[in-house]
């Protein structure tokens, strides 16, 4: 059978040239939440290179959502510019440029790769001064290492929530196609769906249809502001190691779609301080396609 691979696809109304998308990652070269000359080259390379989607790193709405000191910011208007002349540069090659939205959630605030990703007690910028607080569904840590984070109460939830609403205004002024939502490796959303990280009594807890509430509320804020001639995906852990299955997933997957999400982007794991990666499952070319 003849591939498709570099045949176009239409996803609303967004022609991408061929099916090569590039996932986002993390470059952890933002100063204090702004685009660098490094950002600009880097994804101009990618889109010259010939991929058909090529999507900007996770980029945080909310300062405290950060992963480390480094992540890209979009928590206020001043990032537009460095935002825009990326996604300017990438269609500039004939790509669609794609930017993802993100939340760390209690996994936030650590140190950088090089400096061996160890959660940092405080550091100051990023617009939250010297106290840059660990957040999430529940006061439980993400391992030993981590510090025990706030629970978020209803009022901080919703204003995470319009957090993302306003995040998606500067994404359209800076020109982005299309828009994911992170949803997985630990991070504030996937921390809403796991019973594991999720131990509330309020309609953010206890059962599936409430532990899914949390996604599918700031899927709702997203896109009342995203046009609706643009795709919207999600990225989940299909499965991790801390009991969440494909069917979790599959439950979930079927509420976006009828919430507006047109593409579940499928990883894995990042649920605790293991690895979904074991003995058993060892890491092997194409090992996240089965999901």
């Known amino acids: 059978m003849e591939s498709l691979l570099f045949t176009p696809m239409d996803l609303r109304g967004v022609r991408i040239r061929n099916r090569v998308v590039v996932s986002p990652m993390l470059t952890y070269a933002a100063e204090n939440g702004y685009t660098q000359d490094l950002h600009t080259q880097h994804y101009a390379k990618l889109a010259y290179g010939g991929a058909g989607l090529v999507f900007v790193e996770s980029t945080k709405a909310d300062p405290r959502g950060a992963s480390t000191p480094r992540d890209l910011g979009i928590w206020k208007d001043d990032f537009v510019p460095g935002l825009a002349k990326i996604a300017s540069t990438i269609k500039s090659y004939g790509a669609t440029a794609g930017i993802q939205l993100g939340h760390s959630g209690r ?4 140190a950088v790769p090089w400096e061996g990703r160890e959660p940092l007690a405080s550091h100051p910028g990023l617009d939250h001064g010297e106290d840059w607080e660990l957040v999430a569904p ?13 629970a978020l109460s209803i009022a901080d939830i919703e204003e995470i929530i319009d957090g993302y609403g306003a995040a998606v205004e500067r994404v359209k002024q800076a020109g982005f196609d299309v828009l994911e939502i992170h949803g997985a490796h630990g991070y504030l959303i996937h921390q809403f769906l796991s019973p594991m990280a999720n131990q509330r009594t309020d309609k953010y807890g206890g059962s599936a249809e409430n532990r899914m509430r949390f996604a599918l509320d700031v899927v709702d804020r997203v896109r009342q502001s995203w046009p609706d001639d643009k795709p919207l995906f999600v990225r989940l852990s299909a499965a991790d190691e801390a009991g969440w299955s494909v069917e979790d997933s599959a439950e979930v997957a079927r509420a976006l779609k009828v919430h507006g999400v047109d593409v579940i982007d499928c990883s894995s794991g990042g649920m605790t301080g293991g690895s979904i ?8 070319y194409g090992y996240q396609v089965p999901l």
């Open 277 to 284: 990666v074991t003995s058993g499952n060892p890491a092997k």
């Open 107 to 110: 996994k936030a605030r650590r």
């Open 138 to 150: 529940s006061a439980i840590a993400h391992s030993n290492a981590f510090a025990v984070p706030r």
